[in-house]
């Protein structure tokens, strides 16, 4: 079975700092898709970053990095400059024929 | 681009009346995706459709609950009868065509609530 973990349910940075949100996941397939997705409370589903397993470089978008380990089944997301609007539920999620989402992590950003 | 479009928004029902909710995907986009989110399970994968076609509803909790997808643009998910335990937020969600299947675009979701 495939499964995603997220260990720090709950997570708290300050603003413009930095912080690094883990996640695991466990599978027997050699080609599959990583994401981060944002749920602020509105409730909307907002993809963060995606990384293809086959791409040994890290995917990035702006402030938001991922550092992808395949021999670990590690892809953990940092945010640098971290502003007050990122605080919301953050899910990893993989996906070969279907999407499997984490728990989840929630991240405050304090002034 | 409209988006995924779910109606409604809200639903408040009674225990045992039938639920109706609505999915319109994007257009082009061949594969949908029903989830349903609850403090306690997290965001789980109901039933996916590839082609208006169902492939995978291993987690379709049971039967009271039904999908369907008549068109390549329109979905359902009903659930008869509705009982409190069935309170959440239920996500539909598409994606592209095959070699493009890689992102999945969400709606805004529909918060239930039975009484």
């Known amino acids: 079975a495939q499964t995603v973990t997220q260990s720090q349910p709950e997570m708290s940075v300050q603003e413009a700092e930095t912080v690094t949100l883990s996640c695991t996941y466990d599978t027997s397939e050699s080609n599959y898709y990583l994401f981060w997705y944002k749920q602020p409370p509105s409730r909307q589903m907002i993809l963060v970053i995606r990384q293809e397993a086959y791409k040994q470089q890290n995917a990035t978008e702006n402030r938001f990095s991922v550092n992808f380990q395949k021999a670990a089944k590690s892809f953990s997301l940092k945010i640098s400059d971290s502003q007050l609007g990122d605080t919301a539920m953050y899910f990893c999620a993989f996906m070969t024929d279907k999407l499997i989402f984490g728990t989840g992590t929630r991240l405050q950003v304090f002034p | 681009d409209a988006g995924v479009i779910q109606s409604p928004r809200h639903e408040v029902t009674e225990m045992g ?63 008869q009868p509705s009982e409190p335990r069935d309170s959440a937020v239920y996500f539909c969600a598409s994606s592209f065509p095959s070699g493009g299947r890689e992102k999945l675009f969400f709606g805004s979701g529909t918060q239930l609530s039975v009484l």
């Not at chain 2, 319109?24 to 306690?40: A, D």
């Not at chain 2, 965001?43 to 169902?54: K, Q, S, W």
């Not at chain 2, 509803?57 to 009271?64: A, L, Q």
């Open chain 2, 17 to 79: 009346q039938e639920v109706t909710l609505r999915c319109k995907p994007i257009s082009g986009h061949n594969s949908l995706f029903w989830y349903r989110q609850t403090m306690m399970r997290g965001l789980e994968l109901l039933i996916y459709f590839n082609n208006n076609v169902p492939i995978d509803d291993s987690g379709m909790p049971e039967d009271r609950f039904s999908a369907k997808m008549p068109n390549a643009s329109f979905s359902t998910l009903k659930i």
